[in-house]
């Protein structure tokens, strides 16, 4: 007995050794799979997120942030525009006082940040500025009017605004620009190549679900901008419906003597009709539940902020800086006060950012 307990202790070990000698030489002669590391396959799809697959080139991505004291319904206008440039835009982007243009550049460059909107509120006039990151050009907007997201969803009876709109950017669309030369010209590339650009041909429908637009009225000179949300509504299909497909719940049916009663009941179907002024169109693809490429759809576009009014005052070649493109009535000494005034503005963040740190080191 102790002899084949020894024996088979020994033996046990060498056929372990033998079988793990025949698993590595297995290991050895198989075929061998090279597997990316996490870090590089994270890098490479992180390259490939900030490629746009229509022209190759860089994402367009922005910056929405102020200059100088803003009034609380400006901070909110620039809240509401951050919103609209989601998802390539920084919606809680920290700013302080001490913090200068160079700073927002310097920042920019290695996060891939190619737009800048920049509010500001000099003598109490609101403008917006618009600029090409980091050389520009930049166009500056005086805002003659504006409304809040908010207020525009307290005005209509049901403001229809889903988080999930806003996880693809909008469609540019600009109006009453053809025919005009410069600086609209370039206004309107500028505004081209804002957002990624989009190809027609293998577009998802899913993903339009927002509205830029951008009308120029040639008569006043102004530039409308509103923002709508993109609404598809089957036809032929009454309310009660519609609600039942998308929320994927049972109806209430306690007061009707048949289920035929909750379809054929006076009163909805006329709410499934559109409207006359709703353009319908045949869809390409599926786009949900009730929107198939079987069916007819009207398409409906509902407000959601923010609203502007605005008149293209200025045109620079750089960032904020550089010779004024327009208006060309512009002479040389109202240029150089222009410069004049931005070196004393640079030089005021300066002796600000000098008073901090002396505070700073006073602290500590």
């Known amino acids: 007995m102790a002899r084949i307990h020894s024996g088979g202790r020994r033996g046990g070990g060498r056929g372990g050794a033998g079988a793990g000698g025949r698993g590595r030489g297995g290991k050895g002669r198989g075929p061998s799979k090279w597997k990316m590391p996490a870090s590089v396959a994270r890098k490479q799809q992180a390259v490939t997120a900030n490629v746009d697959q229509v022209t190759g080139e860089r994402i367009p991505k922005s910056f929405v942030f102020s200059r100088g004291k803003l009034p609380s319904t400006l901070r909110y206008l620039q809240q509401d525009l951050r919103k609209l440039m989601l998802p390539y835009t920084a919606l809680k982007l920290k700013e302080k006082k001490r913090n200068n243009l160079k ?7 290695p996060l891939g940040v190619t737009h800048f909107l920049i509010l500001s509120n000099p003598k109490s006039l609101p403008h917006l500025r618009f600029a090409k990151s980091p050389q520009g050009p930049t166009y500056t907007c005086e805002i003659k009017e504006y409304a809040l997201a908010a207020d525009i969803a307290n005005s209509q009876k049901r403001p229809r605004c889903p988080a999930e709109i806003f996880k693809n950017s909008p469609l540019v669309v600009l109006s009453g620009f053809n025919g005009l030369g410069e600086p609209y010209k370039s206004f309107v590339t500028f505004f081209r190549h ?24 040639k008569e006043t000179e102004l530039i409308d901008f509103r923002h709508y949300s993109i609404k598809l509504q089957p036809i032929g299909v009454s309310r009660k419906i519609r609600k039942l497909m998308q929320n994927n ?20 179907g006329s709410e499934s009709e559109p409207d006359d002024e709703a353009a319908t169109v045949s869809l390409v693809s599926d786009v949900d539940k009730l929107n198939k490429a079987s069916r007819k759809s009207a398409i409906r576009l509902q407000e959601i902020g923010p609203r502007m009014t605005m008149h293209l005052v200025k045109v620079e070649s750089g960032l904020c800086s550089g010779d004024v493109l327009f208006p060309m009535s512009v002479g040389k000494e109202d240029v150089k006060k222009g410069q004049e005034e931005e070196e004393i503005e640079d030089a005021e963040d300066l002796m600000e950012q000098e008073d901090v740190s002396e505070d700073d080191s006073d602290e500590e």
Request: charged share 25%.
């Open 103 to 109: 700073d927002f550049v310097n920042v920019a460059s």
């Open 194 to 217: 804002l957002v990624p650009a989009i190809d027609t041909a293998t577009a998802k429908l899913a993903t339009c679900q927002r509205i830029l637009l951008l009308q120029y009225d």
């Open 249 to 268: 719940q049972v109806p209430d049916l306690r007061d009707l003597k048949d289920v035929s009663d909750f379809v054929t009941k006076a009163g909805y």
